[in-house]
């Protein structure tokens, strides 16, 4: 006798089984956020939010629970642009590495790696290493973007730095940033896709946001 078909994804995700490694995988992506944001507010150097209290709003539409698939993909999308918010301030900042003199690495490095920790236990969870159709898609989206931006150094690189002497060096910078945030979304969107973990994520955002606004902002 074969097992029936679950079709509905509500009860498709409480049929799947959560794995000791899977649960660890949710605590380090939760901590990557926890460290974007203590960083952030605590950071020797000041960073500085605009309009914080939009989006300690954002943070707080995050948290309601909804039915629509079209507004749970919409927090999904406010969640990870409210992440990476602090990871962009923290990648300007660096840190010299302990016992390597002189060698000096971004801030959102101890992020990434939380993430990536993250990311990796949640692998070992076998019913969660097909990824989504939404995360496919997006992830051809993240692709295009990045060969834009390619192609639009290479022809800096033959243009402009020949007859005028400058060219690419602004779209390095730019490069760079897509790259991180192409990383970030690659560790963290699955875990997105979590109701209990987008709302833990929404509630250290909310009370990163609050405190720009009341203390900070």
Same mark, same amino acid.
């Given at each position: 006798m074969t097992e029936p078909i679950v079709t509905d994804p509500? !009860?498709?995700? %409480?049929?799947?089984?959560? =794995?000791?490694?899977g649960v660890f995988g949710y605590c380090f992506s939760l901590a990557g956020v926890m460290a974007a944001c203590g960083i952030c507010l605590f950071s020797r150097t000041p960073v500085v939010i605009e309009r914080p209290a939009i989006l300690l709003l954002a943070s707080l539409f995050v948290l309601v629970c909804f039915?629509?698939?079209? =507004? !749970?993909?919409?927090? %999904?999308?406010?969640?990870? &642009?409210?992440?990476?918010?602090?990871?962009n301030e923290l990648a300007s900042q660096n840190f010299q590495v302990p016992l390597l003199s002189g060698v000096t690495v971004s801030d959102t490095v101890i992020v990434l790696l939380l993430c990536a920790a993250g990311f990796?236990?949640?692998r070992a969870n076998s019913h969660n290493n097909v990824p989504g159709q939404d995360k496919k898609e997006l992830l051809g989206a993240w692709i295009v973007a990045l060969g834009i931006i390619i192609m639009h150094m290479a022809l800096l690189a033959v243009v402009l730095k020949k007859f005028y002497g &400058?060219? &690419?060096e602004h779209d390095l910078k730019v490069?760079?940033?897509?790259?991180?945030y192409l990383l970030l979304f690659v560790f963290m969107w699955? %875990?997105?896709a979590n109701l209990r973990f987008r709302r833990a994520a929404a509630l250290v955002l909310a009370g990163f946001y609050c405190a720009k606004t009341v203390f900070w902002g």
């Open positions: 509500v !009860r498709a995700q %409480k049929a799947d089984t959560v =794995t000791v490694p039915g629509s698939d079209a =507004t !749970r993909m919409l927090q %999904k999308i406010t969640c990870f &642009y409210l992440v990476a918010v602090p990871v990796f236990l949640g &400058y060219g &690419y490069l760079g940033s897509l790259c991180l699955e %875990k997105l």
